[in-house]
C-alpha cells in the first residue's frame, strides 16, 4: 500500500503535462498572417507584424483582432490485453467525439512611428493558438474510456504580452526587437486509476478505484525575447528572419486530490497542496522570401522551425505534501521531486502566400491566400486527446478593405486538412498510472484511431492615426 505515494506523485506530475500538452501552437494567429498561411516574415509590414517579425512594425495607430479555431476531433480506444494465459486481445471502446470551444483569441496593439520613419514602437498582446477541445465525461452512460489522458482546460487563460521596436536605418535595411512574456495560468484536471493490484481485487480501470485530481500553475510571467530583420536589395525582393527566445516557465502551482471511492482508501489523506512546475517552451526560428513581380502583387516562401525538442521534460518539486494513516505503511510520507520525459520533436512548416492589391471605387482593397504544411511535434506513440498535434495543411484566404485612409477591417479563413493517426497499443508510448498493478502487465491508453478536422476564422481592424 505504501506505493499510493507514487500514484499520487504521477498524478501531479501528469496534471503538469496536461497543463502544457494543448499549450502547443496550433496554428498561426493574427488576420493578416492567417490570409497568407503564415507566410509573413519578409513581407511583414504594420502593426500586425507582431508574432511574426519585428523588423516589419510600422504605423502610428491601434490593431485589434479576434480568431477563433473550430476543430472537431473523433477518437476510438484500442486496447491490448493479455489475459493470464498470455493470449492478447484487441479490445475497442466507443468512439468519443469532441469540439472546439467558442473562445475567440484576441490581438491588441498600439504602435507609434517618428516623423522622420526611422523608429517604430509598439506593445500589446496576442494569444497563441490554443486547441482547446471538450470531452464527455461519460460514452453510453459509462465513464469516458479516453478518461486518464483527458484534461479541463476551460479556465485556463493565457496571453502573450509585450513591448517591441523596429529600426530603418535606411530603405534597405530593416531591424527589430522585443520583449514578451507569457502570461496567466494553467487550470487541468486528470483520473488515474489505484485499483489494489490491477486485476486481483478489481477489474482494469474499474471506476471505484479511479482518483481525480485538479492542479493549478500561476499566475505567472514566463519571459522572452525575439529579434527580426528584413533586407530589401533590389524594391522587387525582400529577405526577412525572425527569431524567438526559448521561453521559462517556472510557477508555484496548488492541487487537489480526490481519493478513489472504494473503502480501502477512507483512511488516507494527502496533507499540503504546493508546488513548484518548471518547463521549457521552444525558440522558434522564421525566414521568408517576398518577391514583387508588379506593384500590386506579392508572393512570399517562408520556412518555421520549432524547436519543440527543448520541451523534453517537466519538473515538479513538491513543498511539504505528506501521504498520511496508510494501511500498512509508514504514517506519513513526504513526496518526491518528479520528472517527466515528454518525447517532443522538432517541427518544421512550409508556407507560400500571396497578396494582390487594388482599388474598387475610391476604396484600397487587398485579396490575400496561401498554402502551408506542418509537420507535427508530437509523434504518434505520444499523441493523445491532451496532445492534440497533427501533420496539417492549410488553405487560406483574406480580404481587406480601407474604408477611409485611416481605417482598415480585415477578415480571414483558414481550412487545416489533418493526417488522422492510428496508434498501435504496441507502439503507443503512454500508459495507464496504477503503480499497484502486480504482475499485471502494463497497459497503454493512447491507442486507436484518431480523426480532426479544424477551421480558422479571423477579423479584425486598423486605425491610424496619422
Known amino acids: 500500500m505504501t506505493r499510493l505515494v507514487v500514484a499520487v506523485a504521477l498524478c ?7 497543463a502544457q500538452a494543448s499549450g502547443l501552437y ?29 523588423a516589419g512594425l510600422h504605423g502610428t495607430g491601434l490593431l485589434g483582432d479576434l480568431t477563433q479555431l473550430v476543430i472537431d476531433v473523433r477518437y476510438r480506444r484500442e486496447l491490448a490485453i493479455e489475459d493470464s494465459a498470455g493470449t492478447t486481445q484487441r479490445v475497442f471502446s466507443p468512439s468519443l467525439h469532441g469540439q472546439s470551444e467558442l473562445l475567440p483569441l484576441p490581438t491588441f496593439v498600439a504602435g507609434y512611428t517618428t516623423d522622420d520613419d526611422t523608429l517604430t514602437f509598439a506593445g500589446g498582446l496576442f494569444t497563441p493558438s490554443f486547441a ?34 523596429a529600426y530603418r536605418p535606411n530603405k534597405k535595411w530593416s531591424l527589430g526587437a522585443g520583449v514578451h512574456a507569457l502570461v496567466g495560468t494553467f487550470r487541468s484536471s486528470l483520473a488515474f486509476t489505484l485499483s489494489l493490484p490491477d486485476r486481483l481485487l478489481a477489474a482494469p480501470e474499474d471506476p471505484d478505484y479511479d482518483a481525480y485530481g485538479r492542479i493549478s500553475v500561476g499566475p505567472f510571467v514566463a519571459p522572452s525575447g525575439t529579434l527580426g530583420i528584413q533586407y530589401t536589395p533590389v524594391p522587387q525582393v525582400t529577405l526577412g528572419a525572425s527569431g524567438d527566445l526559448p521561453t521559462w516557465l517556472d510557477s508555484d502551482s496548488t492541487f487537489d486530490v480526490r481519493l478513489p471511492t472504494s473503502a480501502i482508501f477512507d483512511p488516507v489523506s494527502v496533507r499540503g497542496k504546493q508546488a513548484r512546475v518548471s518547463m521549457r517552451l521552444p525558440p522558434v526560428l522564421r525566414t521568408g522570401i517576398e518577391v ?69 471605387g475610391s ?43 485611416r481605417l482598415r477591417l480585415d477578415v480571414a479563413y483558414a481550412h487545416l486538412f489533418l493526417h488522422g493517426e492510428n496508434v498501435s497499443p504496441s507502439e503507443a508510448k503512454l500508459t495507464r498510472i496504477n503503480p499497484l498493478s502486480g504482475n499485471a502487465p502494463a497497459e497503454t491508453i493512447n491507442g486507436g484511431r484518431y480523426r480532426a478536422h479544424a477551421d480558422v476564422l479571423s477579423a479584425g481592424f486598423l486605425f491610424l492615426f496619422r
Open 12 to 18: 501531479i506530475l501528469f496534471y503538469a503535462s496536461i
Open 26 to 54: 496550433f496554428t498561426e494567429r493574427g488576420v493578416h498572417g492567417i490570409g497568407r498561411a503564415g507566410a509573413y516574415v519578409a513581407g511583414a509590414n504594420g502593426l500586425d507584424a507582431v508574432g511574426y517579425n519585428p
Open 132 to 165: 482547446l477541445v471538450s470531452f464527455p465525461s461519460e460514452v453510453g452512460g459509462e465513464p469516458s474510456p479516453a478518461r486518464y489522458t483527458l484534461s479541463g482546460l476551460t479556465d485556463s487563460r493565457l496571453v502573450q504580452a509585450g513591448a517591441w521596436l
Open 292 to 360: 514583387r513581380p508588379i506593384a500590386r502583387l506579392a508572393f512570399e516562401l517562408a520556412y518555421v522551425r520549432e524547436f519543440w525538442s527543448v520541451h523534453d521534460q517537466i519538473v515538479v518539486k513538491p513543498k511539504g505534501v505528506q501521504i498520511e494513516d496508510i494501511p500498512g505503511g509508514p504514517t506519513s510520507i513526504a513526496l518526491p521531486t518528479i520528472h517527466i520525459d515528454r518525447g517532443y520533436r522538432d517541427a518544421s512548416s512550409y508556407r507560400l502566400g500571396s497578396e494582390l492589391s487594388g482599388t474598387f
Open 363 to 405: 476604396h484600397a482593397w487587398f485579396l490575400r491566400s496561401g498554402v502551408a504544411y506542418e509537420r507535427s511535434a508530437v509523434p504518434p506513440a505520444y499523441l493523445s486527446l491532451s496532445s492534440l498535434d497533427f501533420n496539417k495543411v492549410m488553405l487560406s484566404l483574406g480580404l481587406a478593405a480601407e474604408l477611409t485612409e
